[in-house]
């Protein structure tokens, strides 16, 4: 399913689950973004799943998100693993789009709470998770090698 968005600064935007073709300028683009990149088999391993998608603006992948489910006690929690746009993008509202749709697909399949792992020094990621109801939960020292992790929740409506 493709749900269209209102049209951002560059055109219309979509999001709709990520197919193997989309899978390098996933690739490009989680390269672009984090110091420590998810390899391309790691996004292998998540296509067919219904939290893996990806944001196309004027025919192109702008940027994606990869979430999933995980038991909590016997009932689903989500977790949103990565989620990442293009640096030419940014600040368009496509991470706000992708987050949304993402968290909408999780409590689809019967999330009741959603958790994420943030680099301590990412204020602009923390700040966009605290603008959809996230909190901070916990520190975690050395997640991400030498760096720390802030462990943040949403309970799901």
């Known amino acids: 399913m493709t749900v269209q968005f209102p049209a951002d600064r560059n055109g219309d935007l979509s999001i709709r689950p990520a197919e193997r073709a989309d899978l390098l300028a996933v690739v490009r683009i989680e390269n ?10 790691a996004f292998e391993r998540f296509l067919g799943e219904a939290g893996f998608l990806v944001a196309i603006s004027d025919g192109a992948v702008v940027g994606y998100v990869v979430s999933d489910l995980v038991s909590n006690a016997g009932r689903p929690f989500g977790h949103v693993k990565d ?10 509202g496509i991470g706000s789009a992708l987050l949304s749709r993402s968290l909408a697909v999780l409590a689809a399949h019967g999330a009741s709470s959603v958790k994420l792992e943030v680099r301590a020094s990412n204020d602009p990621a923390k700040r966009l998770y605290r603008e959809f109801g996230f909190e901070s939960l916990r520190r975690v020292p050395d997640y991400y090698d030498g760096e720390d992790a802030i462990v943040m929740i949403r309970k799901l409506e």
């Not at 672009?32 to 088999?41: C, K």
């Not at 989620?83 to 368009?92: C, E, L, Q, Y």
Request: hydrophobic residues 30%; proline residues 20%; glycine residues 4%.
């Open 32 to 41: 672009a973004s984090f110091p420590q990149p998810w390899p391309h088999e």
């Open 83 to 92: 989620v990442a746009v293009h640096p030419d993008r940014r600040g368009s």
